[in-house]
């Protein structure tokens, strides 16, 4: 009709998606949707949701086919072209195995947690984001898999990560964190991994994997990292707008928000470990250290992020502070725990270099010579003398966030760190205050931890024998762990590598 007004896009999205929700007759709404008021979670008016993306199916399934093709593409190119000769050095094949292990399949689990939560929240529009950010996730771990597996053809150590997540040590620390927050309610799951994880902390995890892929020559999975970056950006999006939302709807959501983001901001912390060790030990080429990494994403970006809350109320998470300064101890002190156990992990470690030891003494000027550079050096001689170290024993782990108790106390980094508490005649032991804050609001929870050490002394994991332990993760002793020189991996590559320069030349 001539002189009628066109719409803008958000008219014309509030005319295409208006009219998909109602109120159950033949059920009851709660019935329908019964767990999206246990929590204490107060919502006047669901139609405040707003979709700031207003994305219609029809255009979601348009932009990832093209993505799709883009990227396999890329794959396709380099696997004709041997990529995985084009790699730094063979070293960077195990930071592949520590994400393959370590992070792949926690996109599947936010695959499996969105897909519940995006079924159990009474507003469409949530429900509708959460459902398109679970089918992302499944797209990630499919386009992470399918980049990896090249390696898989050339290096040991990748192809039985499916059967390690269930099994390893080491990984009981990721997979706990997801099945905390899975096993959580719909409000606390969308807390903990669309705003604590997503939004708070994803920079550090997924910035570090791919510019140290970038640097170390893994064009591979730089490409899959930038398929999956406008996903990200909705993720991110997703995950500050449920926090407003729920701070705008009642005064009463504060509290029990405040007490989700303190919590979850310290698992993530605690999680996110494995990315320090990585960045600071494992790449070859090095883009920059841990500690600059926290205060680029996490106190200036973070910051940031906070001052903004702060009109709603919501405060810095508790434990910020104590987790800035351990930014300048963790990455050596989870490097030296797989150190001593790489026996048991499925990737090799190695002790720096002169050259490595001196950026490190560089990037941690306070800390590193003082604390760290005399073990290294002591452990470097050791090996030399045939007697690398390796530990025995078996660790005990903080039942809340499963992971070696390994830390050490704020302001002290000669005490291991030592918490405690008791819940029904048992005594349960932690890492740091923030873990056992976490298990004192909630112990019938964790009681219930798969801990793996007190599974291998219960004799769960195949015997009481490290070789037997290692036959039940699918682990070849000696082949896909312990150090990287003289390891079979560093021998084909120096193979492929050797071949390449003298056909370049």
Not at 142 to 152: A, E, L, M, P, W
Not at 176 to 199: L, Q
Not at 492 to 504: F, I, S, T
């Amino acid at each position: 009709m001539s002189g009628t007004k066109k719409l803008g896009l958000r008219q014309r999205y509030e005319h295409m998606t208006r009219g998909l929700d109602w109120e159950t007759t033949y059920q009851p709404m709660d019935k329908v949707f019964p767990y999206d008021q246990f929590e204490g979670i107060k919502i006047k008016d669901w139609s405040a949701w707003e979709d700031p993306f207003r994305l219609t199916m029809d255009a979601y399934w348009k932009f990832q086919a093209e993505k799709e093709r883009k990227l396999y593409a890329v794959l396709d190119s380099f696997a004709q072209n041997n990529g995985q000769t084009g790699i730094s050095d063979a070293r960077y094949a195990n930071v592949l195995k520590l994400f393959l292990t370590g992070v792949s399949p926690l996109e599947y689990a936010a695959h499996r947690g969105f897909a519940f939560t995006g079924r159990h929240l009474r507003g469409s529009g949530t429900r509708v984001a959460c459902q398109m950010q679970s089918i992302d996730e499944l797209r990630h771990v499919q386009t992470q898999i399918h980049t990896i597996s090249h390696f898989n053809k050339y290096f040991d150590g990748l192809s039985e990560f499916p059967h390690m997540h269930d099994r390893v040590w080491y990984l009981s620390v990721p997979k706990s964190f997801f099945d905390d927050a899975r096993t959580a309610g719909p409000f606390e799951f969308m807390i903990a991994v669309g705003f604590s994880f997503e939004y708070v902390l994803t920079n550090l995890l997924f910035v570090p994997f791919m510019s140290g892929a970038a640097y170390n020559g893994d064009m591979s999975t730089v490409t899959f990292g930038f398929s999956a970056q406008s996903d990200e950006s909705r993720h991110m999006t997703l995950g500050i707008e449920v926090i407003k939302f729920l701070l705008e709807q009642h005064p009463d959501n504060l509290p029990i928000v405040q007490k989700w983001v303190d919590k979850w901001f310290w698992r993530g912390h605690r999680l996110l470990g494995i990315v320090a060790m990585m960045m600071d030990y494992m790449l070859p080429k090095k883009v920059m250290s841990w500690k600059e990494a926290w205060d680029i994403y996490f106190t200036e970006a973070g910051g940031a992020l906070f001052q903004d809350l702060a009109r709603y109320g919501l405060k810095m998470p508790k434990g910020a502070e104590i987790a800035t300064a351990e930014a300048e101890h963790i990455s050596h002190q989870n490097w030296c725990t797989f150190y001593q156990y790489t026996h048991a992990a499925p990737f090799h470690t190695w002790m720096p270099d002169n050259e490595h030891l001196d950026w490190l003494s560089e990037k941690y000027p306070n800390t590193f010579d003082k604390y760290y550079r005399p073990r290294w050096e002591q452990w470097a001689k050791m090996d030399k003398e045939g007697k690398r170290f390796y530990n025995g024993a078996l660790v005990q782990l903080c039942q809340t966030c499963q992971i070696p108790m390994v830390y050490t106390e704020p302001g002290d980094p000669n005490t291991i760190c030592f918490r405690e508490t008791q819940h029904g005649g048992q005594r349960y032991h932690f890492c740091s205050d923030g873990c056992k804050d976490i298990f004192d609001n909630e112990p019938e929870k964790y009681i219930q931890a798969w801990m793996p050490v007190q599974q291998i002394f219960q004799g769960n994991c195949g015997g009481p024998t490290v070789p037997d332990v290692l036959n039940w993760y699918n682990l070849k002793f000696g082949v896909d762990n312990m150090d990287y020189a003289g390891s079979p991996d560093e021998a084909l590559w120096n193979e492929w590598h050797a071949d390449k320069v003298k056909a370049a030349s």
